[in-house]
């Protein structure tokens, strides 16, 4: 799940980290309110959107020559008409695609007197089974672009979960980052505090970029990207209150809201699957045989007749889908409840694309006898490498 970065900011400021002083808005008649508590001279008013890219993105109803999401504003009258500008429109950036995503609110945080921009993370280290650091010196940049064009300059820290970070490896982090006198003795406490809230809260990925060495000498963390694994929100009901579901895909939402898994893509091949291995071997040969996944849905191990019916309609509610692929390996899951699922998902709503089912394992036999005999125009197949072929023909013939 993730935050916006005001959000984000206020749960680092409350466990001590340093942030500027900012107000989140809704509304441009929240702007005097919010300006009571800030100095006009300079104020930065930020779209606040789940996507990066944001200062360089462009508003629709803007034009190309209009500035991007993140704005400097001096004095009162500058704030509004940025607010005018940015509050309810649509804003594309690189992350967002060509749909661009609806800003909802905006966060007016206090300018800052800006000596050095740096880069920090954390994230799950696959490779240690580890949470670490990533910290490079080459702040508001495209992390990605630095490890290519100048990897040197990037530190990969991971953190011994028995120990926390330690005062050796706070230090190493101050040396990648070249931070001296003030800004150190900011980062030795810092450090510790990030992987701590890291850790407690089950976050998937804090990303700081920049994190700021002030002219005064201090640290600041001018902008933060948290992530949360969902899977641990049942232990942080605090933290799920911040969920935005404007930010998310309505048919994503559907699909939580009975257990299943959905992830929207951008092919025309609807994938119900079981299993996160099953799906990702599913989509790749799809792609083998010339076609592309619209999304996959993980009907689990275990789903009722109910959930099948559900997710069966949410693939279909996917304009993008020219065609279904089936594709159940029945351990847990009984591939006769499966069956009856489809059949009536597809009596219920009808069904106006191509539709191959390939079942294997448990109750198989009486699963494909159901869709047999039902009727309906289901295509069957024998093994995944049939199934892909078949589906791909459908939609390409």
Avoid: W
Wanted: glycine share 10%.
């Amino acid at each position: 799940m993730n935050i916006h970065e005001h959000q984000a900011k206020e749960l680092l400021g409350a466990l001590g980290a340093p942030i500027a002083n900012g107000v989140a808005i809704f509304d441009a008649g929240e702007v005097p309110a919010a300006l009571a508590k800030l100095d006009p001279a300079l104020v930065v008013v930020k779209s606040q959107i789940h996507a990066g890219g944001r200062g360089k993105g462009r508003f629709k109803e803007l034009g190309p020559d209009a500035e991007g999401g993140v704005r400097l504003a001096r004095g009162a009258e500058e704030i509004k008409a940025h607010v005018a500008d940015m509050l309810g429109n649509t804003l594309v950036t690189k992350q967002t695609g060509p749909a661009g995503k609806t800003v909802n609110r905006l966060y007016l945080e206090q300018g800052a007197d800006i000596a050095r921009e740096l880069y920090l993370s954390l994230l799950v280290d696959r490779t240690t089974g580890r949470v670490a650091f990533v910290a490079s010196t080459e702040g508001g940049m495209d992390i990605e672009s630095v490890a290519a064009e100048t990897p040197h300059k990037i530190l990969t820290l991971p953190i011994d979960p028995e120990t926390g970070v330690t005062e050796k490896e706070a230090d190493r982090l101050c040396d990648a980052l070249k931070l001296e006198a003030t800004a150190r003795a900011d980062g030795l406490k810092l450090f510790p505090l990030l992987y701590d809230a890291f850790f407690d809260t089950d976050m998937s990925l804090l990303e700081i970029n920049p994190l700021v060495v002030l002219a005064d000498g201090h640290l600041c963390v001018l902008d933060a990207k948290v992530s949360f694994d969902n899977n641990a929100l049942f232990r942080h009901p605090e933290i799920e209150k911040l969920r935005d579901i404007s930010e998310e895909d309505e048919k994503e939402i559907e699909a939580s809201a009975h257990d299943l898994a959905y992830i929207a893509l951008d092919g025309e091949i609807g994938c119900m699957v079981n299993g996160a291995g099953l799906a990702m071997a599913t989509m790749d040969i799809i792609k083998l045989y010339g076609s592309a996944p619209a999304n996959f849905l993980d009907v689990g191990g275990g789903a009722s007749v109910e959930r099948v019916t559900a997710a069966f309609k949410i693939i279909t509610a996917d304009p993008n889908v020219k065609g279904i692929l089936v594709n159940i390996f029945g351990g847990i899951m009984r591939c006769d409840v499966i069956a009856e699922g489809v059949l009536s998902a597809v009596r219920e709503v009808g069904l106006k694309v191509p539709l191959v089912v390939r079942l294997e394992g448990t109750k198989v036999a009486e699963g494909k006898k159901m869709i047999n005999e039902s009727g309906l125009n289901v295509i069957s197949a024998d093994d995944l490498d049939d199934a892909a072929q078949k589906i791909v023909a459908a939609v390409k013939g």
